[in-house]
């Protein structure tokens, strides 16, 4: 049971162009929506998260747009630059409890120079 | 900066043999974590402990099982490794409650033959 439906699972995108990756998550209780970045022979590193009581977080070229009603958030990078290549994964976490986050399937984003 | 090492960075085992994967931190962090990471399903959690000799199980912890000793450690331990066990392993860390940066190790290769 995948609780959070991330999409597409690759992507290839021209230099400044704005990838945009998308997620779905079904359990209304989480509360905490984290992005990660990873680089290959890398761990994943937090890249930006967001509450659900905000519609738009950005931080640098990065941002999150958050629909509660559709129960959807998505990770937008303006103009992206062949650095920005790597796995990205969303995921979503319960207020209460322990952080154990569920992670999405991961996209593969490719910036063509 | 805040570290997450795993000792093993590439194993190679035999149907049937014990793993150990190790993983320390140097933050002082309660909370530790082992994820699975296989392509197209993401990041799925095996097990996390939040305090020495503490453990609960993630959403997939068949045929594994883990120690915390000491609050630095945590060690991921695969009794009779199979070959659907072959895959990448990440270790976390991360302070306790929700919002806290969960930090990652780079990761352990496991190919079992």
């Known amino acids: 049971q995948q609780q959070v439906k991330q999409s597409p699972q690759s992507l290839i995108v021209q230099k400044g162009g704005i990838p945009i990756i998308n997620c779905a998550y079904e359990?209304?209780?989480?509360?905490?929506f984290p992005w990660y970045q990873q680089f290959p022979g890398k761990g994943p590193a937090l890249l930006i998260a967001i509450r659900p009581d905000v519609s738009e977080k950005k931080e640098g070229r990065f941002t999150i747009s958050f629909n509660k009603s559709a129960k959807q958030f998505s990770l937008h990078i303006m103009d992206s630059q062949p650095g920005d290549s790597a796995t990205y994964f969303c995921a979503a976490s319960l207020r209460q409890g322990a952080q154990k986050l569920v992670f999405g399937q991961g996209t593969r984003l490719t910036i063509n120079p | 900066d805040v570290k997450v090492t795993q000792s093993s960075r590439y194993l190679v085992k035999r149907t049937g043999e014990k793993v150990f994967l190790e993983c320390v931190q140097d933050m002082d962090h309660e909370n530790m974590f082992w994820y699975r990471q296989d392509p197209g399903l993401g990041l799925r959690l095996i097990y996390f402990s939040y305090d020495v000799k503490m453990k609960e199980k993630g959403d997939i912890p068949e045929g594994y099982s883990v120690s915390r000793e000491k609050k630095e450690r945590f060690s991921l331990i695969l009794e009779s490794t199979s070959t659907n066990q072959t895959s990448m392993y990440l270790c976390?860390?991360?302070?306790?409650?929700?919002?806290?940066?969960?930090?990652f190790g780079e990761g352990s290769w496991l190919t079992v033959v």
């Open positions: 976390a860390s991360s302070l306790p409650g929700q919002g806290n940066t969960i930090y």
């Open positions: 359990n209304t209780a989480f509360d905490y």
